[in-house]
């Protein structure tokens, strides 16, 4: 995976107004055959500590113990193990989140597009953050924040030569 060129935001409501934040570090490996895509096995290592929206009174709540709470869940995974082909030439891929310690299924949606040794992929999920206990103690009710959260994932990726026995 290429750091520099990829992105992983996430995006929930405030007061039914998107909020739109930015995990800026996390690794990736994966391992995908288009042409196998059952085959498929992606595991990612998420920074918690590093989720910014760019206003400091979120960027602050994201670090609090009821949040992300990265001083006692430093990182966040996320698995998947295999993928469908959907009609529509895009991806279906089952996996899991764990986060603040829980672990919750996951579909994730995708879009891949390869040329010659690189490899470029989108892809959408929808989490519920009370599944994770994130915001429980603040806004468990979700009157003020809404419960879904819209992760989206734009990779960059260049194959890796195997290396000689």
């Not at 760019?54 to 698995?79: C, I, N, T």
Request: hydrophobic share 40%.
């Amino acid at each position: 995976m290429d750091a520099q060129a990829s992105r992983l935001f996430f995006e929930a409501t405030e007061a039914g107004r998107p909020v739109r934040g930015e995990f800026r570090r996390f690794e990736a490996d994966i391992a995908f055959d288009p042409d196998r895509p059952e085959t498929a096995r992606v595991e990612v290592r998420i920074a918690t500590l590093s989720a910014e929206t760019g206003r400091p009174m979120h960027d602050q709540a994201l670090q609090d113990a009821d949040w992300f709470a990265p001083a006692r869940f430093p990182e966040a995974r996320f698995s998947l193990s295999g993928a469908r082909r959907m009609p529509d030439g895009s991806y279906l891929g089952e996996g899991s989140v764990t986060l603040r310690g829980r672990t919750q299924p996951v579909r994730l949606s995708f879009r891949l597009s390869i040329e010659g040794e690189v490899a470029r992929m989108r892809g959408e999920a929808v989490l519920d953050r009370l599944a994770f206990g994130i915001g429980e103690r603040t806004d468990r009710s979700a009157g003020w924040i809404g419960r879904e959260v819209r992760v989206e994932v734009q990779l960059l990726a260049r194959r890796e030569t195997p290396a000689a026995p």
